[in-house]
Structures are given as structure tokens and as C-alpha cells.
């Protein structure tokens, strides 16, 4: 059974940076489709980015795009989302969730419907 965990969530001012973290519990998770979603207080869960198991692939929602990065390390079990030009609205707990599927590219649908999701971790966004 995969576990997941997610580290690197706090409190950071408007404009600010963060890097998350998603560490697995299985060296094999380089063959793990993983994305990103978050949850803010009285919304539902949306989906923020996801990056192939090759790694070649990544896709972003559109009020994330061109602030957020979403990286893989191999080495390290490990994928990252870094989030720069942070804003209020990006408040939310922060969940990662894979599911084993090789894929060179992403497919979207594969992130809609992951198999193993972590505890999450919260990020506030506030002055």
C-alpha cells in the first residue's frame, strides 16, 4: 500500500514562495502518475497540477499556471510543487495523490481518478 506524505506547508505573506513536498513509501513511485489538489475551507476539492510517471509531462489549472511547478525526484521518492506570486486565494490544504499508471505524457483523466492520496498539508496565504 502506498503512503504518501506532504511536508512544506505555513504561513506566507501575498507574493511569497513555498515548496511542498510528496514523499512516497515505495521506491517504485517514479512509475506513479501524481498530482496536486487542494481543498479551501467551504469549497470543494480542485485539482492544481500533475506531472506524468516519465516525468516529461506536466498540466496545470489555469489560476496556478506560470506561478506554480510541479517536479519530480527519483532519487528522493520525492515530487515537489513549488508555488511563487503566492495570493490569499491560494489558501487552501494541499493534498498529493498518485496512482500507478506509465504515462509519457499526462493524461487528465488519469489525475481526476488517483488511487492513493496523503493527509495534506496547509497553506495560508495571509498579511
Known amino acids: 500500500q502506498l503512503q504518501l506524505v506532504e511536508s512544506g506547508g505555513g504561513l506566507v505573506q501575498p507574493g511569497g514562495s513555498l515548496r511542498l513536498s510528496c514523499t512516497a513509501s515505495?521506491?517504485?513511485?517514479?512509475?506513479?502518475?501524481v498530482g496536486w489538489f487542494r481543498q479551501a475551507p467551504g469549497k470543494e476539492r480542485e485539482g492544481v497540477s500533475c506531472i506524468s510517471s516519465s516525468s516529461r509531462g506536466t498540466n496545470y489549472a489555469g489560476s496556478v499556471k506560470g506561478r506554480f511547478t510541479i517536479s519530480r525526484d527519483k532519487a528522493k521518492n520525492t515530487v515537489y510543487l513549488q508555488m511563487n506570486s503566492l495570493k490569499p486565494e491560494d489558501t487552501a490544504v494541499y493534498y498529493c495523490?498518485?496512482?500507478?499508471?506509465?504515462?509519457?505524457?499526462?493524461?487528465?483523466?488519469?489525475?481526476?481518478?488517483?488511487?492513493?492520496w496523503g493527509k495534506g498539508t496547509l497553506v495560508t496565504v495571509s498579511s
Open positions: 515505495e521506491f517504485t513511485f517514479g512509475n506513479y502518475v
Open positions: 495523490a498518485a496512482r500507478n499508471y506509465y504515462s509519457v505524457y499526462v493524461d487528465p483523466r488519469i489525475c481526476r481518478d488517483m488511487d492513493y
